[in-house]
């Protein structure tokens, strides 16, 4: 089965611009879909097919995806940012899910 | 309003069944590919099972022949029942709406329940 890798953990000042990676083989050839989760509450999709903002995501988000690897920009991260994220993508007839980052904004 | 709201969560011992409801309003649930996600106390995602609006269904390895995953049109319901429950069926389960472009591609899923948690133990 396909797998997905996140590093456990990411630390940001505010201010700054945080990355947030995926990882897996040929990745670039697919999709990637990323989500945030923030203490206590229910993931929300933050960026869709690799780079697309759904609406009422702010414009600091952003993504792109090639090779083996997909990235999740944060740009001039704020307080509010702080959360767990996810990416995703479509593997035949599963959905998987990385084991997700957690955001710190110190 | 879109929305999706989980029930039916609760303790339950090995070995033993629970029924998860979805109930969605503000769009037609026969519509879009429904999905259940659960999340493990600290751990991450998984999915767990999908109903496609052709009625077709897949299952992750770890509940096939334990999970099914069915849709009442009816009344705009969504549901999953769980046999055969494991300690490590433990876990807030969330069910979730993915929409699609009209070409096909997936956009994601773009509405979440707040969760209802299920407690295996005994």
């Known amino acids: 089965s396909y797998e997905l890798t996140q590093p456990p953990s990411v630390s940001v000042s505010p201010g700054q611009a945080a990355r947030i990676t995926c990882s897996g083989d040929?990745?670039?050839?697919?999709?990637i879909f990323w989500y945030q989760q923030k203490s206590g509450q229910s993931p929300v999709l933050v960026i869709y097919?690799?780079?697309q903002r759904p609406s009422g995501i702010p414009e600091r988000f952003s993504g792109s995806n090639s090779g083996n690897t997909a990235t999740l920009t944060i740009s001039e991260t704020q307080s509010m940012d702080e959360a767990d994220y996810y990416c995703?993508?479509?593997?035949?007839?599963?959905?998987?899910f990385g084991g997700g980052t957690r955001l710190t904004v110190l | 309003e879109v929305q999706v709201v989980e029930s039916g969560g609760g303790l339950v011992q090995p070995g033993g069944s629970l029924r998860l409801s979805c109930a969605a309003s503000?769009?037609?649930?026969?519509?879009?590919?429904m999905h259940w996600v659960r999340q493990a106390p600290g751990k991450g995602l998984v999915w767990v099972a999908r109903?496609?609006?052709?009625?077709?269904?897949n299952y992750a390895d770890s509940v096939k022949g334990r999970f099914t995953i069915s849709r009442d049109n009816a009344n705009n319901m969504l549901y999953l029942q769980m046999n055969s429950l494991r300690v490590e069926d433990t876990a807030v389960y969330y069910c979730?709406?993915?929409?699609?472009?009209?070409?096909?591609?997936?956009?994601?899923?773009?509405?979440w329940g707040q969760g209802t948690l299920v407690t295996v133990s005994s």
């Open positions: 040929n990745l670039g050839l697919r999709y």
């Open positions: 097919q690799n780079g």
């Open positions: 503000g769009f037609t649930l026969s519509s879009y590919w």
């Open positions: 995703q993508v479509w593997d035949s007839y599963f959905w998987v």
């Open positions: 979730a709406r993915e929409n699609r472009e009209l070409t096909g591609h997936p956009i994601g899923f773009d509405n």
């Open positions: 109903f496609n609006t052709d009625g077709t269904t």
